[in-house]
């Protein structure tokens, strides 16, 4: 089966150009109002056969967390029955939509709970798509865009799904559609140099997040298997030519691991690092969820934002919310697997 959500308009015009010139903007309207077929006003003979090889909503809410700061945590279910999460987070200044890429993850990282059973499979473009969609109506009227904001930061790698994520960035910025501004979308990666360098040369005005986590090589390798491949010296290669083509700044997260990167050492290491670059430095407290590694203390996690800005970084701590609701990457995901199989 097709998802009709992977079509740009300009595609359903071409794929749905025996019928009558408005059914595509029809559906493409369906895609972004999370409408199913039974939704829409289409002669029945025109759903029967687009039923026969399409779906029209890919996924569905399995299950809604609310904490008690009214972030809201989503477990979806794909039309393969994969389970992917999502966040919707209300701030002062919007609503932020923190959404996956990939069902699972193969980076591995040590902290991180998307990756604990590997990678299963891509999302498409239009199941990101979707994804936006079904959040987007749950959260008021499914006409209006009831978000502000897209963070590329919950369960994968982006730039592991390199073309389906570019692709999406396409549809999510439509005039069509949800008509996002790029400037209010971050995508975070794990540093695939490659990728930074290929995707410098799009020129999307969004925010570049890199997860360095680490100031040095051994440290960074014990945590994150990528830096078997990269080497922080070419991350920083990589998002300073990526700055001298985007006027836009990059930001570094750093999530603070106790006795492992949280020293005042490496407070002058990360100065050091990112001296000269155009970028912010976003701190975090490690949400823990099992495993060996523990969390930096709040008070700790401030002493070592305040060092970094003595230096003269631009820092600032992450404010955690909904960590009573399995907040953190994959964890609602994971706990949700295993009990399932239980
Ligand atoms: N693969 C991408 C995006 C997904 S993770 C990346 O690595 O950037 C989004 C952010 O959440 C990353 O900075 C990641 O390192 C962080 N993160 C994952 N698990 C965490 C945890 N348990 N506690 C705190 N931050 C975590």
Redesign the pocket.
């Given at each position: 089966m097709k998802i009709l959500s992977d079509y740009t308009l300009d595609e359903l015009y071409d794929l749905l150009a025996k019928y009558k010139k408005f059914r595509a903007k029809q559906i493409f309207d369906a895609i972004i109002q999370a409408k199913d077929y039974d939704e829409i006003a289409l002669p029945k003979n025109m759903i029967d056969e687009l039923k026969s090889e399409y779906i029209l909503q890919p996924i569905k809410i399995y299950k809604t967390l609310i904490s008690k700061d009214g972030t809201k945590k989503y477990l979806l279910k794909l039309y393969d029955d994969n389970l992917i999460e999502c966040v919707f987070l209300k701030q002062n200044y919007g609503n932020t939509i923190c959404m996956s890429?990939q069902v699972g993850?193969r980076?591995g990282?040590k902290?991180?709970?998307?990756t604990q059973n590997g990678l299963i499979r891509n999302l498409s473009a239009g199941e990101m798509l979707s994804t936006i969609s079904i959040v987007n109506s749950d959260n008021g009227k499914c006409t209006d865009r009831n978000f502000t904001n897209i963070v590329?930061?919950?369960?994968?790698?982006?730039f592991d799904n390199y073309d389906n994520v570019i692709k999406w960035l396409n549809l999510i910025t439509d005039k069509n559609g949800f008509h996002l501004s790029e400037r209010n979308i971050s995508l975070?990666?794990?540093?695939l140099v490659d990728k930074i360098y290929k995707f410098a040369e799009l020129k999307y005005n969004i925010t570049l997040?890199?997860?360095l986590?680490a100031t040095d090589d051994e440290t960074r390798r014990k945590i994150m298997p990528i830096a078997n491949r990269f080497k922080i010296k070419e991350i920083i290669e990589a998002l300073k030519y990526y700055l001298n083509k985007n006027n836009r700044r990059v930001v570094f997260?750093y999530?603070l691991i106790k006795d492992t990167n949280d020293s005042y050492e490496n407070a002058k290491e990360l100065s050091n690092l990112t001296k000269g670059m155009n970028c912010h430095v976003n701190v975090?407290?490690?949400?823990?969820?099992g495993g060996t590694l523990k969390a930096t203390t709040k008070k700790e996690a401030y002493a070592f934002v305040k060092k970094l800005n003595d230096l003269g970084v631009s820092a600032t701590l992450r404010r955690s919310q909904g960590s009573d609701i399995e907040g953190?990457?994959?964890?609602l995901r994971a706990k949700t697997l295993k009990e399932n199989k239980s």
């Open positions: 890429t993850c980076m990282c902290f991180c709970a998307s590329l930061m919950g369960s994968g790698e982006p975070s990666t794990c540093g997040c890199v997860s986590h997260e999530c975090i407290c490690l949400n823990v969820n953190a990457c994959g964890m």
